[in-house]
């Protein structure tokens, strides 16, 4: 049995050594050789001067570096941070900031475009660029070493860690601010990797097509369950669409993990007959419901998976596939190991089709947010006092999504209490791009808000004042220079006064509602 987290990929070594563990492109590794990567990269690590503990980022897109950096972190006795590959530098730097890295992991293009944020990164003191183009800069007060000297057989002693030590901080957006690292442990991870292949009836003989960064939970879900039972990965940045399923037909993918804005567009597209998928799976956002129709025309002999789960608790909920027919609006039941509730305001539980908030108990409950701990007291609180609690649940995870339970127990989203944008299943913060727009100097007031829309969920539509003669385009190009794409907006107002709320705040209630059909379809 796994405790620590590089022990899954250790045990299918033994197991099944020569069976591959990651597929990008022609490129192929087994789990042998998977492990004696992890563990040569693990020793440079140590050899490096790292504590017990102590962080380190990896910032890449995906590739076998990223994978082995994870799992190494884990054999060393340290904790890995994986950046989201389409983050730009200042939202780069908040991180190693936040979470005071000290270990940084990039390719020599990103590393490039980092420079001058990482001069400001003050416990950073080693870089690895796994391009292997690396020069040190005698001006930087962090050493920039290849990839290739890392590697080292010099073994020192791993610190010795235990399941309920941290592994992981994942960065997810928070309502205010900047976004929050959500502290998962060994524990987290193991078990999450073990009730997902327990209902996804993942084995050794199946290949999953990685496509989400493994920044989401969700996509680094990908390769625990894979490795829990001695599975292939298939590595891929996603593109186009069509790539996917010319993916799927090449290596004869089995499994593959999306999120609705992906399935918009591969319902659109002509699959192979026949193909070998046995099952899909959708998590950040309710699928629409002429989506998974077409998607059940198109891949008749596939199951598929609607699932809901955040950051804070790894998994919450899947709907069986044979219950798809009769309840495909539905996020399903709990998943093993795991306690789902539906609350009211004041702790009680809610009787059948009330609305009331999710609260996730059991063991996947992560340790908290990283440093943030007002933040951390809104969220993660004492569970919901019941008769019937079948779990040992001290604390548990406060959603802030409000959903309703059906007599036979499947649960159904109705919606979010914050001011959250959930496009392209990205949870992005308003404040993070308002605080963009404001540095920019071309506006006094701004707001960024989320409509709906048929395609990505809901699209950003930032409202402004302008400061000067500006042109849409202006603030627009000012965007793209500081936020990644999935937080561009979709559409920007300009408008001569804010409306106010009572209390003298710009009142977006009123300003969703005014905007809240520009995208309508038709």
């Not at 990929?9 to 591959?20: E, L, M, Q, R, Y």
């Not at 900047?178 to 442990?185: E, N």
């Not at 990797?193 to 969700?218: R, W």
């Not at 959708?282 to 008749?300: D, E, F, H, M």
Request: some cysteine; charged content about 20%; glycine content about 6%.
């Amino acid at each position: 049995m796994s405790t620590l987290l590089h022990q899954l990929i250790f045990n299918s070594a033994t197991k099944f050594p020569h069976n591959i563990a990651l597929r990008s492109k022609s490129d192929t590794v087994d789990y042998k050789s998977l492990m004696n990567e992890v563990t040569t990269i693990g020793h440079g690590f140590l050899n490096s001067g790292i504590s017990e503990g102590d962080r380190i980022a990896v910032y890449l897109p995906k590739r076998f570096e990223a994978v082995i950096s994870f799992f190494a972190a884990s054999y060393a006795g340290i904790v890995f941070v994986p950046i989201n590959p389409l983050l730009k530098p200042a939202q780069v730097a908040y991180i190693l900031k936040d979470c005071n890295v000290q270990i940084l992991i990039s390719s020599d293009d990103r590393l490039r475009n980092l420079k001058d944020t990482l001069d400001n990164c003050h416990d950073l003191y080693l870089v690895i660029d796994v391009d292997n183009k690396a020069k040190n800069d005698e001006m930087s007060h962090y050493k920039l070493e290849q990839w290739q000297n890392i590697k080292t057989s010099k073994a020192i002693p791993a610190y010795a860690r235990k399941e309920m030590d941290i592994i992981a901080i994942l960065y997810t957006s928070g309502s205010t601010g900047g976004p929050k690292g959500v502290v998962l442990s060994h524990k987290n991870l193991i078990l999450g990797a073990e009730s997902v292949a327990q209902y996804l009836k993942n084995t050794v003989d199946d290949n999953l097509l990685a496509v989400l960064p493994f920044s989401f939970d969700y996509g680094l879900s990908q390769l625990t369950t894979a490795f829990y039972v001695g599975a292939c990965v298939t590595l891929m940045d996603y593109l186009l669409p069509r790539d996917v399923i010319n993916t799927i037909d090449k290596y004869k993918i089995t499994g593959l993990a999306g999120v609705p804005t992906m399935w918009n567009q591969l319902a659109n597209l002509e699959w192979e007959k026949g193909n070998s998928l046995r099952y899909i799976s959708n998590s950040g956002g309710t699928l629409p419901s002429s989506t998974l129709s077409k998607l059940r025309a198109l891949i008749p002999n596939t199951e598929i998976y609607l699932m809901y789960g955040l950051t804070e608790a790894f998994r919450s909920t899947y709907l069986d596939p044979k219950d798809i027919n009769k309840k495909p609006s539905s996020i399903g039941k709990a998943i093993p190991n795991a306690e789902i509730f539906v609350v009211r305001n004041d702790g009680s539980i809610c009787d059948v089709d009330e609305p009331g908030e999710l609260v996730h108990c059991g063991p996947l409950v992560s340790l908290g947010y990283w440093n943030k701990p007002e933040k951390m007291a809104k969220t993660f609180k004492p569970a919901p006092s019941q008769q019937e609690n079948t779990t040992e649940c001290a604390i548990a995870v406060w959603s802030g999504d409000k959903v309703k339970r059906d007599k036979e127990g499947c649960l159904y989203f109705i919606s979010r209490e914050d001011e959250m944008i959930k496009t392209s299943s990205y949870r992005v913060s308003p404040t993070e791009i308002e605080d963009v727009v404001y540095a920019s100097g071309l506006v006094t007031e701004a707001v960024a808000i989320g409509v709906s829309h048929p395609d990505i969920g809901q699209a950003i539509v930032l409202i402004a004042t302008q400061a000067n003669q500006v042109t849409k385009e202006d603030l627009l190009s000012a965007c793209k220079q500081n936020l990644p794409t999935f937080m561009l907006p979709a559409h920007i107002e300009f408008v001569e006064e804010m409306p106010k709320n009572s209390n003298g705040k710009i009142d977006r209630i009123s300003l969703a509602s005014q905007f809240s059909d520009i995208f309508a379809s038709g």
